[in-house]
């Protein structure tokens, strides 16, 4: 009998899952035209290659037989160097038995739900967000829900009434990106606080998403929670090297939780990918601590990116921008009297050869606007802004 609840709680999660991927509209026109002909901006990548410093230190570390099992929070050396980085990035410091390494920030967001929320509970998830966040509490067989934040002249912003009220005595965290995926919006540090109170009355853990924290066109650092929190409160921080530092194939990220949870989280690793590869670490190091000009040049390529981008979409009528991205790699944007973004998707793939994600992926709400990834070329996103132009005047 409880074999068979299992399975069937299995079965439904996947059911769920697949849902969400296959109505992937990247998928859908795979089939319909040539890669070639297609400028990707749908997925949140961009198109800069890992740089040679990076793939050096990744095989040098190969060939010197760094081949072996990793322990599971990660080298030793790696995470030494992720606890200077952090404290010299932060107001407070940051010790390495606070870091777990993982294998992107996708892994490093699964461990965090894993080990705050169970069947039954939930979790409040802080919207528009990248879609994965919400796989992954369904995964778990947790409820998802959801708090909008709101839209008007001063960008998104979040009120925290209604976060409260989202909250019950089975919500076990709250999950919120800042920078955010799709809208680049960053959380005041007032905010972060508020958050964080809420979180301290309640017993419920904060999951900080930081994966875009170095790509603010505004501010050098965006205010983090490791400068409110102390080290044993319920915050958990998402990171990854996949954005800044153009690895998003390598699959290299960290969690930074509680000293207290360190044991945990090994023991939690080792029964799902049991270490991140070990020779990438070593490119994880390099990165880290020689990094620092290529984090520099990728946000100033997204900036770059972002003006040509928004200065293309402000020139066209239908297009409401609402503002100007301050952070991240994306323009997330309505178009007038369009409702469904999913159709949207596919005619200005068709019309123009532009690819674009779909607002509903990030949430309802969001089913009147498109997502632009403009961390691309400044030619070839040109070109796409040209296309789109044609496609929507
Ligand atoms: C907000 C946010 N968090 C986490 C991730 C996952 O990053 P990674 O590629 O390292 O798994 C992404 C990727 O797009 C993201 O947008």
């Not at 080990?115 to 998830?125: Q, S």
């Not at 947790?142 to 019950?168: I, N, P, Q």
């Not at 293309?312 to 997330?332: C, G, S």
Request: proline fraction near 5%.
């Amino acid at each position: 009998m409880l074999e068979d609840q299992n399975l069937t709680a299995v079965s439904g999660a996947r059911e769920q899952i697949k849902s969400i991927t296959l109505e992937n509209i990247a998928n859908i026109a795979k089939d319909a035209f040539s890669n070639k002909e297609i400028i990707p901006l749908w997925f949140g990548e961009g198109d800069v290659t890992t740089p040679d410093f990076i793939g050096q230190a990744i095989c040098d570390a190969l060939k010197a037989g760094h081949t072996f099992y990793s322990h599971q929070n990660g080298i030793p050396e790696f995470r030494q160097t992720l606890a200077t980085y952090l404290s010299g990035l932060n107001e407070k410091p940051v010790g390495m038995e606070r870091i777990t390494v993982t294998s992107g920030g996708m892994p490093a967001i699964m461990l965090a739900v894993q080990l705050t929320t169970g069947e039954g509970d939930n979790i409040v998830i802080i919207d528009p967000v990248w879609p994965n966040i919400t796989g992954i509490v369904q995964m778990v067989g947790a409820e998802t829900r959801s708090v909008r934040m709101d839209l008007d002249d001063r960008g998104w912003t979040l009120d925290m009434e209604k976060v409260a009220a989202a909250c019950d005595n089975r919500t076990r965290a709250i999950f919120f990106a800042s920078p955010g995926n799709p809208t680049g919006a960053i959380l005041p540090v007032a905010v972060q606080k508020q958050l964080l109170a809420l979180g301290r009355e309640k017993g419920i853990w904060i999951i900080s998403d930081e994966v875009y924290c170095r790509m603010s066109f505004t501010q050098p650092m965006v205010p983090s929670f490791l400068d409110i929190s102390e080290p044993e409160d319920r915050v958990l921080i998402v990171n990854s090297l996949s954005k800044s530092w153009s690895m998003t194939g390598s699959r290299l990220g960290w969690l930074v939780h509680p000293p207290s949870l360190e044991d945990t989280l090994a023991m939690m690793v080792q029964y799902t990918t049991s270490g991140t590869t070990t020779y990438l670490q070593y490119g994880g190091i390099a990165a880290i601590r020689d990094g620092e000009d290529f984090v520099k040049y990728m946000t100033e390529y997204c900036r770059t990116g972002m003006e040509i981008a928004c200065d293309a979409l402000e020139e066209i009528p239908r297009v409401i921008l609402h503002r100007r991205p301050t952070a991240a790699m994306y323009a997330f944007f309505e178009i007038d009297g369009m409702t469904d973004s999913k159709q949207a998707c596919m005619d200005i793939l068709a019309s123009s050869k532009v690819g674009l994600a779909p607002g509903y992926f990030f949430g309802r709400g969001s089913e009147k606007f498109l997502r632009l990834c403009y961390c691309r070329a400044p030619e070839q996103l040109t070109v796409a802004m040209e296309r789109l132009k044609a496609a929507l005047s």
